[in-house]
């Protein structure tokens, strides 16, 4: 399986529709697989007349634990959970790139063109990431240093489409900072 990521092309009312209609199963399948263990652990192992607390727990447990595997190994790879899929590896490209930020922006400075494509691609996702969460605050924050960055990349020729992360680039950039 590839590290690389690729942005995509996604329409932001389709996407909010489908993470929360996988959202909405996801906390389905957790109510009743956690109600129904809780209830049949209390129904087994319970007293009648004493406290049977620790016997939910270890159903509601159960039933995170139950719904975590349907998840991973059922649902991860459903298209029912694609939207919902993309935007956690959306989100951890953009937390990698977060990380190592300082060394990010020292290689800009120094005009390090694997930095530059970094930051590019950061502010590109960042921007999709906003528009798919319908969050116009985050894009109007992110339209000067865009501007910022665009004539850097223009001045030294570089494609400014970024449109895909590739994490050797972290490695790359660690030792600028």
Request: aromatic fraction near 10%; glycine fraction near 6%; charged fraction near 20%.
């Given at each position: 399986?590839?590290?690389?990521?690729?942005?995509e092309?996604?329409?932001?009312?389709?996407?909010?529709?489908?993470?929360?209609?996988?959202?909405?199963?996801?906390?389905?399948?957790?109510?009743?697989?956690?109600m129904?263990?809780?209830?049949?652990?209390?129904?087994?192992?319970?007293?009648?007349?004493?406290?049977?607390?620790?016997?939910?727990?270890?159903?509601?447990f159960?039933?995170?634990?139950?719904?975590?595997v349907?998840?991973?190994?059922?649902l991860?790879?459903?298209?029912?959970?694609?939207?919902?899929?993309?935007?956690?590896?959306?989100?951890?490209?953009?937390?990698?790139?977060?990380?190592?930020?300082?060394?990010?922006?020292?290689?800009?400075?120094?005009?390090?063109?694997?930095?530059?494509?970094?930051?590019?691609?950061?502010?590109?996702a960042?921007?999709?990431?906003?528009?798919?969460?319908?969050n116009?605050?985050?894009?109007?924050?992110?339209?000067?240093?865009?501007?910022?960055?665009?004539v850097?990349?223009?001045?030294?020729?570089?494609?400014?489409?970024?449109?895909?992360?590739?994490?050797?680039?972290?490695?790359?950039?660690?030792?600028?900072?």
């Amino acid at each position: 399986m590839s590290d690389i990521f690729e942005l995509e092309s996604r329409d932001p009312e389709t996407f909010r529709q489908e993470t929360r209609k996988s959202t909405f199963i996801l906390i389905a399948i957790f109510a009743v697989s956690a109600m129904g263990l809780a209830t049949l652990s209390v129904s087994l192992f319970g007293h009648p007349d004493g406290n049977n607390f620790i016997w939910n727990v270890l159903g509601v447990f159960t039933g995170f634990v139950l719904t975590t595997v349907i998840f991973k190994t059922v649902l991860w790879n459903h298209p029912l959970m694609e939207s919902s899929v993309y935007s956690w590896k959306l989100k951890r490209c953009l937390m990698k790139i977060t990380n190592v930020m300082h060394h990010v922006e020292a290689g800009v400075e120094q005009e390090n063109i694997t930095a530059i494509q970094l930051l590019r691609f950061y502010q590109l996702a960042l921007m999709q990431m906003h528009r798919l969460e319908n969050n116009d605050g985050g894009i109007s924050e992110l339209q000067k240093p865009m501007q910022a960055l665009l004539v850097k990349i223009d001045a030294l020729g570089i494609d400014p489409e970024q449109t895909r992360f590739d994490p050797a680039w972290i490695d790359a950039v660690k030792g600028l900072g």
